[in-house]
């Protein structure tokens, strides 16, 4: 049995996992499949080109599947339709964030913020005395009794609903008064509402707690339902349909047993479990948010590639990212949709509207999580999570995967604590780390020993900060150096391009400008954007170019159409590029952790790779367009610093590279100016872009480094012997004396 399979893999998927010539899982997939199979929140903290993608793609994808089959054969229970309609929690008047079982039963809220509340499906009406149990299953905040139709589902704050809540309050119309004393855990809450005397009250664990409410005559003839609010916590409920654990006396009677003409139908229909269990067409089982449109292209295509042999149903993907007509995206939604994969803006515009309904979700995957909360989409992640029920219909509890190379962050810890149940961490090195098959180095960059610039015939278009300061050789002003910095980098690119024999690269620049600029002297140097022999030929991906543009692009490089693609760090996470074997970043990032995505994009599924950052030892002038900045950068030419409402910083690089180095724990390897990588570092045998290969010199020193342990091991096995044969046969022989 394939390795994938013996996880418990669909072989329809392993099939698909073997055309992509995946023989073995990784070790990321290794310990995340069967950890999402299983039902678990998962964190995964792996490498760069570890494989995080397929860990998620695959379990979500069978599940969903599997889901749907049984939906279809009916192994999901399903309502008998002409059965009487039993006493249940309702389905349909309840909050968003508030799930209850199939059997209407049971019923929970992880939102630890706001509260949530659901109703019965049915009330009572006078006359008559009623009684229903309900029991605390989980820690948490709740309050308990009854409210009308008309009220509040946050019970008790509004002056149609009273309710008993567990610390030791009773509460109407917002009105908390002492009462019962605290309850939690294990405890049984009995709620009695007398419309004889228009009282009611509560027990704990039997316990008369005595009178906590008298029915205003407004109340009179009206229908009150049992009525439940929470705030992370889960409560069981007994209509006394089961032996009730403290049968009622003095004449109330279980709720369940309530005459026909004293009981008042709910907002529930008979038919709204059917329409909960079967999801609605607009209503995916999963939602993978991405921080970018490459990004999430990249991952639908690799659940895509995943489904190819899954069939009856096939699974329905659907791509929801902005900068395509949304008209597209709300038919395909309508026509019915069972994963979807987008960025943060669309897919809130298509909640917000309705388009998309969260009420099936039962996976919220965050890809990049750190650098989605770092782009300030928390809200954003709050607000989906809230409005998704954390229990499933068919009584599943919603699934959270968070990933990415960079995790260790304080607030992405924060968010798993907010978020998610009791995951697991799936965290291969401890901390942010970069993977042995990735070599990086450091090319220091200085006009002061490089002069270089001073007698360049063409050089690249800098950036423009530099526009109104008086900037020319001969005099080392910072802003002469600075100038010099922008001119040398794109030099030493080129050169590193030559000395490797470069032929396909990801070059990062700090800016858009800085990547149009580049852009236009690559092919300047290269003979021209149109030359078809451009040794520099090369596309932008950034986010002023159109979506058809940035696609278009990447997809040029990727089947080598082109041999660099200049990026923003819009491309630094996740974007998978087969066999790339060069990066080259012209500044350092200012996020640390954006260091460690950059160079992730080589050394990938265990290819060899190379990155070379250029980085200045004088400090470098630069835009910073903050929202003070009305065109946020468009043809800004505020070149003033922004400690004078400008638009410029000074960049110090050094510090960066301290930083980077800090929080990676190493000193990264710098090279000289003939951009070698020294051989005894990095062995000289790697090809970049190319599997790590065995060497045949290698082979040599190997057998003279275990040369003493076979030794060692050799005298060992003779004593042994010795010691067997002296046991055996009691003699001892010539060698031994
Ligand atoms: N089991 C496997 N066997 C062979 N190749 C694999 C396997 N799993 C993944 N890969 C390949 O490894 C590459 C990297 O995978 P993936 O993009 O999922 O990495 P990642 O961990 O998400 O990286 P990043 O942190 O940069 O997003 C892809 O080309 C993928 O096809």
Same mark, same amino acid.
């Given at each position: 049995m394939a390795a994938f399979e013996e996880m418990g893999v669909l072989p329809e998927i392993a099939k698909a996992v073997d055309d992509m010539d995946w023989t073995l899982p990784t070790d990321v997939q290794n310990e995340a499949i069967p950890m999402i199979l299983g039902g678990g929140d998962v964190l995964m903290a792996a490498e760069t *080109?570890?494989? +995080?993608?397929?860990? !998620?793609?695959l379990p979500i994808l069978q599940t969903v599947w599997e889901n749907i089959k049984d939906i279809e054969s009916g192994k999901t229970a399903k309502v008998n339709k002409d059965a009487p309609v039993r006493w249940q929690l309702s389905y349909s008047d309840r909050d968003s964030g508030m799930a209850v079982t199939p059997d209407g039963v049971r019923c929970q809220s992880r939102d630890g913020k706001a509260w949530q509340g659901v109703r019965a499906n049915k009330g009572v009406t006078a006359p008559g005395k009623y009684y229903y149990e309900a029991t605390v299953a989980d820690e948490g905040l709740c309050r308990? @009794?009854?409210?009308?139709? /008309?009220?509040?589902?946050? &019970? @008790?704050?509004?002056?149609?609903?009273?309710?008993?809540?567990?610390? *030791?309050?009773?509460?109407?119309?917002?009105?908390?008064?002492?009462?019962?004393?605290?309850?939690?855990?294990h405890d049984v809450i009995g709620c009695f509402l007398d419309f004889d005397n228009m009282t009611m009250s509560f027990s704990k664990g039997g316990q008369d707690l005595g009178l906590a409410f008298s029915l205003r005559s407004e109340f009179k003839g009206k229908a009150f339902f049992p009525a439940v609010v929470l705030k992370n916590a889960e409560l069981v409920f007994n209509f006394g349909d089961t032996p009730l654990k403290f049968p009622p006396t003095g004449g109330f009677v279980a709720i369940c047993e309530a005459p026909s003409n004293c009981t008042a139908t709910g907002l529930t229909k008979a038919s709204d479990q059917d329409q909960v269990l079967k999801p609605k067409n607009n209503a995916p089982q999963a939602i993978i948010l991405e921080p970018s449109r490459e990004l999430a292209e990249q991952t639908l295509k690799q659940l895509d590639l995943f489904g190819l042999h899954v069939d009856n149903p096939k699974i329905r993907t659907l791509l929801v990212v902005g900068g395509v007509p949304v008209k597209e995206q709300i038919r395909a939604l309508s026509a019915g949709v069972d994963i979807v994969c987008g960025t943060p803006g669309r897919l809130e515009e298509l909640i917000n509207t309705g388009q998309l309904a969260l009420q099936s979700c039962r996976f919220f995957v965050l890809d990049e999580a750190d650098g989605l909360l770092k782009a300030g989409h928390e809200k954003l992640i709050n607000s989906i999570h809230a409005s998704i029920p954390k229990l499933t219909p068919d009584g599943k509890r919603l699934q959270m995967v968070v990933?990415?190379?960079?995790?260790?962050?304080?607030?992405?810890?924060?968010?798993?604590?907010? #978020? /998610?149940?009791?995951?697991?961490?799936?965290?291969? +090195?401890?901390?942010?780390?970069?993977?042995?098959?990735?070599?990086?180095?450091? &090319?220091?960059?200085?006009?002061?020993?490089?002069? &270089?610039?001073?007698? &360049?015939?063409?050089?690249?278009?800098?950036?423009?900060?530099?526009?109104?300061?008086?900037?020319?050789?001969?005099?080392?002003?910072?802003?002469? #150096?600075?100038?010099?910095v922008k001119m040398l980098k794109a030099e030493y690119c080129l050169k590193a391009i030559d000395t490797h024999n470069v032929d396909k690269a990801i070059i990062f620049c700090r800016t858009k400008v800085d990547c149009d600029n580049l852009e236009k002297y690559f092919n300047l140097r290269g003979g021209g954007a149109r030359n078809m022999g451009n040794p520099y030929s090369c596309v932008c991906l950034h986010g002023d170019r159109r979506p058809q543009e940035r696609k278009g692009n990447l997809e040029s490089f990727k089947n080598d159409e082109v041999k660099f693609l200049i990026c923003t760090d819009v491309a630094a996470r996740g974007l998978d590029i087969t066999g790339?074997? !060069?990066?080259?970043?012209?500044?350092?990032?200012?996020? +640390?952790?954006?260091?460690?995505?950059?160079?992730?994009?080589?050394?990938?599924?265990?290819? /060899?790779?190379?990155?070379?950052?250029l980085v200045a030892d004088v400090p470098e002038k630069v835009w910073y367009h903050g929202e003070w900045c009305k065109s946020r950068g468009k043809n800004c030419n505020n070149t003033r610093l922004t400690s004078e409402h400008g638009c410029c910083v000074w960049y110090n690089e050094p510090q960066y590279l301290a930083d980077i180095e800090e929080h990676l724990g190493v000193t990264i390897q710098s090279v000289g100016r003939d951009l070698k990588v020294p051989l005894n570092e990095f062995d000289g045998k790697v090809v970049y872009g190319e599997k790590r290969g065995n060497t045949g010199s290698n082979y040599q020193t190997h057998v003279e480094q275990l040369a003493p342990t076979v030794?060692? #091991?050799?005298?060992?096995?003779?004593?042994?012997?010795?010691? !067997?044969? +002296?046991r055996q046969y009691g003699k001892i022989y010539p060698w031994e004396r």
């Open positions: *080109g570890s494989g +995080k993608t397929g860990a !998620f793609c308990v @009794g009854y409210s009308t139709t /008309m009220a509040s589902l946050d &019970l @008790g704050t509004c002056k149609n609903g009273f309710g008993y809540g567990g610390t *030791g309050k009773k509460s109407n119309c917002k009105q908390f008064d002492d009462y019962g004393g605290s309850f939690g855990l990933c990415s190379a960079t995790l260790h962050s304080f607030e992405v810890k924060k968010l798993a604590e907010r #978020l /998610m149940h009791f995951p697991t961490w799936i965290d291969l +090195k401890g901390e942010d780390a970069v993977p042995e098959t990735v070599h990086h180095v450091v &090319l220091h960059v200085d006009p002061r020993d490089d002069d &270089l610039w001073h007698n &360049l015939r063409q050089h690249v278009q800098t950036d423009g900060v530099h526009a109104h300061d008086n900037v020319r050789k001969g005099i080392n002003s910072p802003e002469t #150096l600075s100038e010099a790339l074997p !060069f990066a080259i970043n012209v500044t350092l990032p200012d996020e +640390k952790s954006n260091y460690v995505h950059r160079i992730g994009r080589v050394g990938r599924a265990e290819r /060899m790779g190379l990155a070379i950052s030794d060692e #091991l050799l005298a060992l096995e003779r004593e042994t012997q010795i010691i !067997f044969i +002296k």
